[in-house]
């Protein structure tokens, strides 16, 4: 006995989603039990890696911000340890590579299924976004939205890539 394929597309999407949701919930109780240091400390052991205290940072910062992690968080720590013009650099860098990869995680999970959506309203703004999506990232990027919303929703519609890095980047 064969499957349709819309039960196996709907099963393969629900396993992701199952997938992604342990994902942040492990990572919820990770840092929900993890005891931090003094500031002081965090700032003096940061200092002391130079290149490579920056280089972890970086990375820090873009795994958190692909999830809904407040990154202003991590922006105001961005400053303190680093100072404004490095921390700020660190910050567009980190937060542009964070957001990429908030969506192409949301463009393995539901690109598909808007693509092959019925619904016409959907299909026009789809396709919208695909034609206009360096302007649509930057506008939205204007808008006080959760950071990671916009990745997820970025990586569903038909945005593409260099535009969404190079809106993300300047917005």
Known sequence: ???????????????????????????????????????????????????????????????????????STLTIASGLLFGLAVGATVVVFAATAGAYLGYWGARALGRGQVARTEWDRLRRLDAMLGRRGLLSVLLVRLVPLPFSLVNYAAGVSAVGQRDYVVGTMIG
């Open 1 to 71: 006995m064969t499957q349709d394929r819309p039960t196996r597309s709907r099963r393969g999407t629900t396993l992701k989603l199952l997938a992604a949701a342990v994902v942040v919930i492990a990572l919820v109780i990770v840092l929900g039990t993890v005891d931090l240091p003094d500031p002081s400390f965090i700032r003096d052991r940061v200092a002391s890696a130079g290149p490579w205290g920056i280089a972890l940072f970086v990375v820090l910062y873009a795994v958190l911000s692909a999830t809904p992690f407040p990154a």
